[in-house]
């Protein structure tokens, strides 16, 4: 049998992402060990029930000790103080690595407290659902969907190597971004997306009390996928709004003129800038289609990916 790829694997939060992570790691034997640890009693004796690791270790400075990969799998607001406990307690030469949606925050946060001899290599997986919790996790969450790691000048190219062999075993398809090109990026797919969710859920309860129920009777299959985003987890999406605050205000604000033409457009009857912009959104639709999950992102002047170092 070949060798793990780690011999011991650390995860600190095991919700939606830290238990598809445990899943696929126990799945494809990429560690010797996984010690599971998270903040809550209940949600570690849960992981445990789950049989999700070969440890359970409250105390995250403690879990992270002797561990060659640490991946931090917590809301992004939560970051830095879980840099901060487990810092004292890493082992030279360990990858060090998060999950988190927003990148320039997290490295703000995270990057004080991590020692030289650590190699600190952010990640955002492109992979989840609405739900959250060890329950909700599986191992096939991964499978064809892009991690995006975002390295800080000067990261060692054999720990980059390593954690995207990580990535690319648990089914990802991998690629290295600058962070701030990261969070704009993300900020068009993937934060607005749930902003005009929880907006549109927000507008049609208040609406609710006008038309009785009509709003849940009626909810064609465009306003539930609405609502299957606006169930995503409060806490997850309060620190993405507060964490990616410039980049998401930038496309806001973007999105909000472009609204305001589109509602020109209705209110002067023009019919063929409305026709012109779903003919062009429905193209937009069938290329993503046609690529499969392996759909490009978009381009807004790509950003050059710091240099990494040999050491
Ligand atoms: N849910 C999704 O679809 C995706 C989430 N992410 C990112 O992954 C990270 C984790 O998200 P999920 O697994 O969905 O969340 P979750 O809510 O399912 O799990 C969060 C975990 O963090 C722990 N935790 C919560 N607050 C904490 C705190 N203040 N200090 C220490 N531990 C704390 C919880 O006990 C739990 O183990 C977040 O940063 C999120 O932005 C990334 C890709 C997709
Ligand atoms: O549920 C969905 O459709 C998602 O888009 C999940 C998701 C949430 C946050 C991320 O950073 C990445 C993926």
New binding site residues.
Partial sequence: MTQPLFEKIALVGIGLIGSSIARAVKRGNLANKLVISTRSQSTLDRAAELGLGDAYIADAAQAVQDADLVVVSVPVGASGAIAEQIAAALKPGAILTDVG?TKGSVIAQMQPHVPDHVHFIPG???????KSGPDAGFADLFEKRWCILTPVPGTDVAALDKLTRFWQALGSNVESMDPDHHDKV?AIV?HL??IIAYNIVGTADDLETVTESEVIKYSASGFRDFT??AA?DPT?WRD?CLHNKEAILEMLARFSEDLASLQRAIRWGDGDKLFDLFTHTRSVRRSIIEAGQEVDLPDFGRHAVPETTQQ
């Fill in positions: 949606s955002h997986p492109l992979a989840g659902t609405e993300l993937s997306p749930h299957r985003l995503s997850m993405i």
